[in-house]
């Protein structure tokens, strides 16, 4: 069977777009798709899959979101822009566009060549602790609709070679989570490493830059508003935390090839 796709990424968090309008190509997406898609090798690579589904009440788009290893994500922040930039190239859709996720509705609005994702309102659930090669640190546990767990470290290398998922509490984090490590790197300003539930070691976490925001906004003492620069390995990010208690996170959405595969 042969499908169309799209290739996109957002600070090169790679996906690929699989256009399913009315749910009849890939059915539930199997894992073993998702995965020979993902696979950088024996695949087109990428960190996950983005399936664009009508919504079931027929008004407007759903972001069915996949790991590469094939299991679902309630949200993906990079992934958001990219889906709505294909919406908006390739489905005529228009900005300000609202897309349904496991996490709810989404606005994502242009600004500039970049677009703007409303994340909705970040959710502080306390304090945990993450480990790499038996060195430890306390960590932040943030949820954006997905599990984060935000430690700040001395220097960015310090998390190793990170081809293990970090240690974590299985109590605090059950479904697993996102690991970012985070350093200084002016007022305002920081950098991240992080390794994703799902995935590993990528080049930049939409949803991870927005739970180091919230992370260093608290550590500063930061009035709300205050705009962050989230440095990722494969770009910037810039995030604000609303008056109204909302994660505003813009960046860049790039489409980069489209075809037909039979994977
Ligand atoms: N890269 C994404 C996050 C994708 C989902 C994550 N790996 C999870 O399992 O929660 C982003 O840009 O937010």
Redesign the pocket.
């Given at each position: 069977m042969s499908y169309p796709f799209l290739k996109g990424h957002?600070t090169e968090?790679d996906f690929v777009v699989l256009p399913d309008p009315d749910g009849t190509v890939h059915g539930d997406l199997p894992a073993e798709r998702v995965r020979a898609l993902c696979d950088r090798r024996a695949g087109i690579g990428a960190?996950?899959v983005l399936r664009a589904v009508r919504a079931g009440d027929g008004d407007g788009w759903f972001m069915d979101?996949r790991?590469s290893d094939g299991?679902v994500?309630?949200?993906?922040?990079?992934?958001i822009r990219v889906f709505a930039r294909y919406l908006h190239d390739h489905q005529g859709e228009s900005f300000p566009m609202r897309i349904g996720t496991r996490d709810g509705v989404k606005v994502l609005d242009r600004a500039g060549q970049e677009l703007t994702a409303d994340m909705g309102t970040p959710q502080v659930l306390g304090e945990t602790k993450v480990s790499v090669d038996g060195r430890g640190w306390a960590a932040l546990h943030v949820s954006?609709g997905?599990?984060h767990a935000v430690a700040f470290v001395d220097d960015l290398d310090d998390a190793g070679h990170l081809l293990e998922a970090p240690e974590h509490d299985p109590a605090v984090y059950p479904d697993?989570v996102?690991v970012e490590f985070v350093v200084r790197r002016g007022e305002h300003h920081v950098a991240m490493r992080v390794h994703?539930?799902?995935?590993g070691e990528?080049r930049?976490?939409?949803?991870?830059a927005c739970a180091v925001a919230v992370a260093t906004a608290l550590a500063d003492g930061a009035p709300r508003g205050t705009a962050y620069r989230v440095d990722v390995p494969g770009g910037t990010l810039h995030v604000t935390w609303t008056d109204d208690d909302r994660i505003l996170m813009t960046g860049p959405a790039v489409l980069v090839a489209q075809g037909q595969t039979d994977l």
């Open positions: 957002g968090n960190d996950g979101y790991n299991s994500s309630e949200m993906c922040g990079n992934g954006m997905n599990p697993g996102n994703e539930r799902g995935a990528t930049s976490c939409g949803t991870g």
